[in-house]
C-alpha cells in the first residue's frame, strides 16, 4: 500500500466529522491512482489504490483510516456499505 498525500487532515479534523455515537461516514474511491485522504465539504473523501475484489478494498480503506487516526485497524468497524462507495465506520 502506498502512503497517503502529506497534506492529509489531522486525527481531530476527523474524527470531529463523526456524530455524537462515533459514526464516520466515508465516500470511497477505490482504484484511485494515489492513496490520499480529504475533507471536502464536510465529508470525508478516501481514495485507494486497491481495486474493489472480494473485500480487498474495504481492508485498504479501514487500514489507510486507521493509520490516518492513529490506531489499530481493529478498532474500526464497517457498519454500512461493503459494496458500496459509501460506507459508515465506528470509530473506537
Do not use: C, F, H, Y
Amino acid at each position: 500500500m502506498a502512503r497517503p498525500k502529506t497534506d492529509s487532515p489531522s486525527a481531530d479534523a476527523i474524527r470531529a466529522l463523526a456524530d455524537a455515537q462515533g459514526r464516520l461516514a466515508v465516500r470511497v474511491t477505490p482504484g484511485a491512482r494515489s492513496e490520499a485522504i480529504e475533507i471536502s465539504g464536510g465529508r470525508l473523501l478516501l481514495k485507494t489504490r486497491v481495486k474493489p475484489q472480494d473485500g480487498a478494498a474495504n481492508d485498504a480503506v479501514m487500514a489507510l483510516l486507521a493509520k490516518a487516526l492513529g490506531t489499530a485497524p481493529s478498532r474500526l468497524s464497517l457498519l454500512r456499505g461493503a459494496t458500496s462507495r459509501e460506507k459508515l465506520v465506528q470509530l473506537d
